[in-house]
């Protein structure tokens, strides 16, 4: 065991609503497996686990907190437990798990259609019809890659290469129109779909291999980064085709009316510290500090477009685990949050967590990558503006996330928020930028 260690609290359910219990301890008690990770996987890493310990397969059906899961039994009828447990009503557990009472007990349907019953079969329904027209063969059952209250990602082998299903939210659904346009521009290479169920908000894209950005050389990150503003550059004086292929525009005006609507977020930052934030919620003093900044803010917003860095697309969630590094070429993934705004907004996820020599060569590259259309003077002098706002860009996405999923949910995205609070707090306290990222 590592100081890495987590215990993981599994809700297996079958069909009808029974729950499996370790009864090796007299009465019936939910199960638990330990991880030598900092958190448990919900995906199949998790299920291959429960498969291999208790003989069930099963699919992550529903995060319940940051080691609560809920799991569905599948493959027909309810399969015989392993030596030490059995099978009871949720009633036999009721006081076990706060969120799992919590869930028995509401009316509402999830946000996110992936937690329901049913839905993964539905899918596997789509995903084999599409191979079958596409004159294709699986090889083998999907495995899920990637569930929780944003997003479901699946990936199916197939005889010509592995596809990946994509389930999102409503709001995020614009994603493969996006990612279709940017593909017809020819400037770089994007995953390729390869079939769109609207209705559902899911899509299919073929596998795109490479190396993940996270598993790369900072040299090859610099590159990354270059690359981005290359795309960003081709899309100067396109804002009415990206907002037409799906993206949203924030405008000065429209970003200084989210300053203020998300500074005056009370729930959120007076919210007292709970298990479903980490007890990471801003102090009443922070939060004091933090809405006083809404006049600075709402003038770094005037200041920035004073700056005149044109409009481009911007991709909100510009991190390493979203760029694939392939031998001659780079790609760059998940366009769901795409936005036509400020460019210098990609720099806040970037460079989060990122050491301070890093942080500056960052800047360095990416106001270079810039030189021939922006002078990189500009440019820094610009990102000093763009800084505290680009932290409340990212605050932004994060509390939209929280108020779409609900209480049920919004753990994913609370400690999220409180933490790019702070980094605005640091930021705005330092308008000379003798900080280049994030970290002190």
């Given at each position: 065991?590592?100081?890495?260690?987590?215990?993981?609290?599994?809700?297996?359910?079958?069909?009808?609503?029974?729950?499996?219990?370790?009864?090796?301890?007299?009465?019936?008690?939910?199960?638990?497996?330990?991880?030598?990770?900092?958190?448990?996987?919900?995906?199949?890493?998790?299920?291959?686990?429960?498969?291999?310990?208790f003989?069930?397969?099963?699919?992550?059906?529903?995060?319940?907190?940051?080691?609560?899961?809920?799991?569905?039994?599948?493959?027909?009828?309810?399969?015989?437990?392993?030596?030490?447990?059995?099978?009871?009503?949720?009633?036999?557990?009721?006081?076990?798990?706060?969120?799992?009472?919590?869930?028995?007990?509401?009316s509402?349907?999830?946000?996110?259609?992936?937690?329901?019953?049913?839905?993964?079969?539905?899918?596997e329904?789509?995903?084999?019809?599409?191979?079958?027209?596409?004159?294709?063969?699986?090889?083998?059952?999907?495995?899920?890659?990637?569930?929780?209250?944003?997003s479901?990602?699946?990936?199916t082998?197939?005889?010509?290469?592995?596809?990946?299903?994509?389930?999102?939210?409503?709001?995020?659904?614009?994603?493969?129109?996006?990612?279709?346009?940017?593909?017809?521009?020819?400037?770089?290479?994007?995953?390729?779909?390869?079939?769109?169920?609207?209705?559902?908000?899911?899509?299919?894209?073929?596998?795109?291999?490479?190396?993940?950005?996270?598993?790369?050389?900072?040299?090859?990150?610099?590159?990354?980064?270059?690359?981005?503003?290359?795309?960003?550059?081709?899309?100067?004086?396109?804002?009415?085709?990206?907002?037409?292929?799906?993206?949203?525009?924030?405008?000065?005006?429209?970003?200084?009316?989210?300053?203020?609507?998300?500074?005056?977020?009370?729930?959120?930052?007076?919210?007292?510290?709970?298990?479903?934030?980490?007890?990471?919620?801003l102090?009443?003093?922070?939060?004091d500090?933090?809405?006083?900044?809404?006049?600075?803010?709402?003038?770094?917003?005037?200041?920035?477009?004073?700056?005149?860095?044109?409009?481009?697309?911007?991709?909100?969630?510009f991190?390493?685990?979203?760029?694939?590094?392939?031998?001659?070429?780079?790609?760059?993934?998940?366009?769901?949050?795409?936005?036509?705004?400020?460019?210098l907004?990609?720099?806040?996820?970037?460079?989060?967590?990122?050491?301070?020599?890093?942080?500056?060569?960052?800047?360095?590259?990416?106001?270079?990558?810039?030189?021939?259309?922006v002078?990189?003077?500009?440019?820094?002098?610009?990102?000093?503006?763009?800084?505290?706002?680009?932290a409340?860009?990212?605050?932004?996405?994060?509390?939209?996330?929280?108020?779409?999923?609900?209480?049920?949910?919004?753990?994913?995205?609370?400690?999220?928020?409180?933490?790019?609070?702070?980094?605005?707090?640091?930021?705005?306290?330092?308008?000379?930028?003798?900080?280049?990222?994030?970290?002190?």
């Amino acid at each position: 065991m590592t100081s890495e260690s987590v215990e993981a609290v599994l809700v297996i359910v079958d069909r009808d609503g029974a729950v499996l219990c370790d009864i090796a301890g007299g009465g019936p008690a939910l199960p638990r497996m330990r991880f030598d990770v900092g958190w448990p996987p919900m995906d199949s890493e998790l299920t291959d686990r429960v498969r291999y310990e208790f003989g069930l397969i099963t699919v992550v059906l529903e995060p319940l907190d940051f080691t609560t899961v809920v799991l569905l039994a599948v493959g027909g009828a309810r399969p015989v437990s392993a030596d030490g447990f059995a099978w009871h009503g949720h009633d036999a557990v009721s006081g076990q798990s706060p969120v799992l009472d919590r869930r028995a007990a509401r009316s509402r349907p999830p946000a996110s259609d992936w937690f329901r019953p049913g839905w993964f079969e539905r899918v596997e329904s789509y995903i084999d019809r599409e191979i079958k027209a596409a004159g294709r063969m699986r090889l083998g059952p999907s495995r899920q890659i990637k569930h929780w209250s944003m997003s479901a990602v699946l990936r199916t082998p197939t005889d010509r290469g592995d596809l990946y299903l994509k389930a999102v939210l409503p709001r995020l659904a614009r994603e493969p129109d996006i990612t279709r346009y940017l593909a017809s521009l020819r400037i770089a290479p994007f995953a390729t779909i390869t079939a769109i169920s609207p209705d559902d908000r899911w899509w299919l894209a073929e596998d795109f291999g490479g190396v993940d950005g996270w598993a790369v050389s900072t040299e090859q990150r610099r590159a990354c980064l270059t690359q981005l503003v290359i795309v960003q550059k081709e899309t100067i004086g396109r804002g009415d085709e990206l907002i037409a292929a799906g993206c949203v525009p924030l405008t000065p005006a429209s970003l200084a009316d989210g300053v203020r609507s998300t500074m005056a977020r009370d729930d959120i930052w007076r919210a007292p510290e709970l298990p479903k934030n980490l007890y990471r919620a801003l102090s009443g003093e922070e939060a004091d500090r933090l809405q006083a900044l809404t006049p600075y803010l709402v003038e770094c917003t005037e200041r920035l477009d004073e700056a005149a860095i044109p409009a481009t697309i911007v991709h909100r969630d510009f991190h390493p685990g979203n760029v694939v590094v392939r031998d001659d070429e780079i790609l760059l993934h998940d366009w769901s949050f795409a936005t036509v705004t400020n460019p210098l907004f990609d720099l806040a996820s970037w460079l989060l967590d990122v050491p301070e020599p890093d942080a500056a060569s960052y800047l360095e590259v990416c106001f270079a990558a810039w030189a021939d259309t922006v002078a990189p003077e500009r440019m820094r002098s610009a990102w000093c503006v763009a800084k505290p706002l680009a932290a409340v860009v990212e605050i932004m996405k994060l509390i939209e996330l929280a108020d779409i999923v609900g209480p049920d949910h919004d753990f994913n995205w609370l400690p999220m928020t409180y933490g790019w609070g702070r980094r605005l707090l640091n930021a705005a306290t330092d308008p000379d930028l003798t900080i280049n990222g994030w970290r002190r």
